[in-house]
Nanobody
Framework: QVQLVESGGGLVQPGGSLRLSCAASGSIFSINAMAWFRQAPGRQRELAAVITSGINTYYVESVKGRFTISRNNAKNTVYLQMNMLKPEDAAVYYC???????????????WGQGTQVTVSS
């Protein structure tokens, strides 16, 4: 069983940057899809970005060109570099792992506890 722990969240001004990290307790080498979901108050959890073991990536339209997802299998860590942050990016960000690319949270087996990102002046 792989456990995921996110870090790197916090308060940032609009236009600022944050880098989220997701550290796994076990190997992520065999986990095909590693993803970052986010959930704002009163809203459904949505996929922000996903990266497969083949290093294919997918981004929700609203973050394209601003967010970059990457994975380091040797360090069992997944990252989300977030630039040009907007107030609408504020949410709890969750790291997740699953057997294939999907936009549905129910398709992911492994989840972290989440890290809060607040974008405000």
């Amino acid at each position: 069983q792989v456990q995921l722990v996110e870090s790197g969240g916090g308060l940032v001004q609009p236009g600022g940057s944050l880098r989220l990290s997701c550290a796994a307790s076990g190997s992520i080498f065999s986990i095909n899809a590693m993803a970052w979901f986010r959930q704002a108050p009163g809203r459904q959890r949505e996929l922000a970005a996903v990266i497969t073991s083949g290093i294919n990536t997918y981004y929700v339209e609203s973050v394209k060109g601003r967010f970059t997802i990457s994975r380091n299998n040797a360090k069992n860590t997944v990252y989300l570099q977030m630039n040009m942050l907007k107030p609408e990016d504020a949410a709890v960000y969750y790291c997740a792992g699953g057997p294939y690319y999907s936009t549905s949270p129910s398709d992911y087996q492994f989840w972290g506890q989440g890290t809060q990102v607040t974008v405000s002046s």
